[in-house]
């Protein structure tokens, strides 16, 4: 008997890692910086739009719905403007924590090195 199409997606999501994934930092973090001084709607919004606009697109194999909030296939997205205390401080420990360990390319890191002196 073949294997269904859902199943087969079921276990590739299982059996990806955890990751960390920077972009959507990033992406609110250049705009942030380029709306300085504009109404905190206004600058927001203008996030939104540039996260939106320029956010990677990943369309798994056999996947009939899509969409995504990472690049990763099993990704954490990070929200430096309400936890960049908490995304410094255990930039270097994601990988060895005891509960959900997440993985961190030096990418990424040095993608949140750039940027969480702006959110302190």
Not at 10 to 34: D, H, I, M, S
Not at 87 to 113: D, F, H, M, N, T
Request: a positive charge; charged letters at 30%; aromatic letters at 6%.
């Amino acid at each position: 008997m073949r294997e269904g199409r859902a199943p087969r997606l079921k276990q590739r999501l299982l059996e990806a890692p955890f990751e960390v994934c920077a972009e959507r930092a990033v992406l609110w973090t250049e705009a942030q910086r380029r709306t300085q001084g504009q109404p905190q709607v206004v600058r927001n919004a203008r996030a939104l739009e540039h996260l939106l606009t320029n956010m990677s697109i990943r369309i798994a194999p056999e996947e009939l719905i899509v969409g995504n909030r990472t690049s990763k296939l099993r990704g954490a997205p990070l929200f430096p403007e309400t936890k960049s205390f908490s995304i410094a401080a255990q930039l270097e420990s994601y990988e060895s924590r005891a509960i959900q360990p997440y993985r961190v390319g030096e990418a990424e890191k040095r993608a949140l090195r750039e940027i969480l002196p702006y959110w302190q």
